[in-house]
């Protein structure tokens, strides 16, 4: 599968952004998804994950109440709704894909397969 992300931007603080990762390829739905982020002079760190059918999420504890993950496999497509957004937010942002035939969720980079070219959030005022 190949993925694509977009959506990112500059927004000031206690913005928002809606980050979309278009997939194409093979069937989304058999693929569990993640967002991911690297911060300037940082190492990639997880940011949310989503099972296959969109049942199941799990997020950072930096961005829990904040950000939302979410999918349609229909328009093979995973969004991630970034609120209040804060400058330790700015970071480059991937979207990640695993294939899977459980409902499991993957919490570490090492365990995705895909991976899109990511998109720049850079929240400043």
């Known amino acids: 599968v190949q993925l694509q992300a977009s959506g990112g931007g500059l927004v000031q603080p206690g913005g928002s952004l809606r980050l979309s990762c278009a997939a194409s390829?093979?069937?989304?739905?058999?693929?569990?998804a993640g967002w991911f982020r690297q911060a300037p002079g940082k190492g990639r760190e997880f940011v949310a994950a989503?099972?296959?059918?969109?049942?199941?999420?799990s997020y950072a504890d930096s961005v829990k109440g904040r950000f939302t993950i979410s999918r349609d496999n229909a328009a093979a497509r995973a969004f991630l709704q970034m609120g209040s957004l804060r400058p330790e937010d700015t970071a480059v942002y991937f979207c990640?894909?695993?294939?899977?035939?459980?409902?499991?969720?993957?919490?570490?980079?090492?365990?995705?397969?895909?991976w899109g070219q990511g998109t720049q959030v850079t929240v400043s005022s």
């Open positions: 990640a894909a695993h294939w899977t035939v459980t409902g499991a969720l993957h919490l570490t980079e090492d365990e995705y397969d895909y």
């Open positions: 390829g093979r069937a989304f739905s058999s693929y569990g």
């Open positions: 989503i099972s296959r059918a969109g049942t199941r999420r």
